[in-house]
């Protein structure tokens, strides 16, 4: 099983921006996935989680300008950032937990899968 995100690149400040997440193997629309961030010199930061139901989990320390969706036909789970500023500069990863049917979880340890990453820097 495998991860592949794509989408980044460099924007504008105020642009938006949608990252998507493909998985492998047949239980990827069983598995949760979060999306997290590591800006340079920081800890990796929890964005936003969704089940498989598309139940959603937030950070509530980030503003609502993040949305995540997934689409279980074509095994993907979208990242759209709107609004993007300076600060949302950072490698973005998504992650899947490998257990069916649970939910997102904010902490990065109970995600055993990982794609490469995908930088998106945001120009002012």
């Known amino acids: 099983e495998q991860l592949i995100e794509s989408g980044g690149g460099v924007v504008q400040d105020g642009s938006s921006l949608t990252l998507s997440c493909i998985g492998s193997g047949h239980r990827f629309s069983t598995y949760a996935v979060g999306w997290f961030r590591q800006a340079p010199g920081k800890d990796r930061e929890f964005v936003a989680g969704i089940d498989w139901r598309s139940y959603i989990t937030t950070n509530d320390f980030l503003e609502g300008r993040f949305t995540i969706s997934r689409d279980n036909a074509k095994n993907t789970v979208d990242l759209q950032i709107h609004s993007l500023k300076p600060e949302d500069t950072a490698v973005y990863f998504c992650?899947?937990?490998?257990?069916?049917?649970?939910?997102?979880?904010?902490?990065?340890?109970?995600?055993?899968?990982w794609g490469q990453g995908t930088q998106v820097t945001v120009s002012s």
């Open positions: 992650a899947a937990r490998l257990l069916g049917y649970v939910s997102p979880s904010r902490d990065s340890g109970d995600y055993p899968l």
